[in-house]
């Protein structure tokens, strides 16, 4: 039986722990000087899509933006934009804004300062000639040490305050929900056009997102 909308109280337990994970990881971020969200008034949000690009799922959604008018924000990770710079270009020429996301989402507190630094310029050299020096944390995960190094490269660092938690295998009306729910004036809500940890094809599918 299928428990993606009706989940037990493993699932519903699971979620609990997810969810309490990133928001303390968003609270942290923030007070360690990352940006969560842009103060306004106005009834707008900004999208942001990680861990891409992906040959199957970043054209989908670029075709959907397209269609709506929007632009959005792509984190990319250095492996896949070395893999696939026609995407690089396809998203740059479409008139999103590019953002470092490592060279292979690595968790940053996790390794030294060398292997940081190294981690962003890799990833940095493939994407300069579009890149907006935005640098998103791989999981969200920063601290002081890492921030320090970031601002002195000339990169913000940009996290989220509202995620559609489409890491777990749910439905586009789940994800909505969830993204409605955290959905306030300057958001910055937290997707994904591939998830670069999962090798399985199925799991990292992006159908349910876009």
């Given at each position: ?9 493993r699932?519903?337990?699971r ?11 968003n609270?942290?971020?923030?007070y ?11 009834r707008?949000a ?11 799922w ?5 075709e ?8 959005a924000?792509?984190?990319?990770v ?22 470092n ?40 995960d ?14 913000r660092?940009?996290?989220w305050?509202?995620a559609?938690?489409d ?22 809500l937290?997707?994904?056009?591939h998830?670069?940890a ?13």
């Amino acid at each position: 039986m299928d428990d993606s909308n009706n989940p037990g109280p493993r699932s519903l337990l699971r979620r609990v722990v997810s969810r309490s994970k990133r928001i303390g990881q968003n609270l942290a971020a923030h007070y360690l000087g990352a940006v969560t969200r842009v103060r306004t008034e106005q009834r707008v949000a900004a999208l942001t899509f990680d861990d891409g690009p992906h040959p199957a799922w970043t054209p989908q959604l670029l075709e959907l933006l397209e269609r709506h008018g929007a632009k959005a924000t792509f984190f990319v990770v250095g492996e896949m934009a070395l893999r696939h710079p026609e995407l690089i270009e396809r998203i740059a020429q479409a008139g999103h804004a590019l953002g470092n996301h490592s060279w292979n989402h690595p968790s940053f507190p996790q390794i030294s300062t060398e292997e940081q630094i190294s981690q962003i310029a890799r990833c940095e050299r493939l994407i300069s000639s579009h890149s907006k020096k935005l640098f998103r944390p791989p999981f969200g995960d920063t601290n002081w040490s890492t921030l320090a190094m970031l601002r002195q490269r000339g990169y913000r660092v940009i996290c989220w305050d509202g995620a559609g938690v489409d890491w777990e295998r749910r439905d586009h009306d789940w994800i909505l929900r969830m993204l409605q729910r955290q959905l306030r004036p300057g958001s910055i809500l937290l997707l994904h056009d591939h998830l670069f940890a999962y090798s399985s094809t199925d799991e990292s599918s992006r159908t349910e997102t876009f």
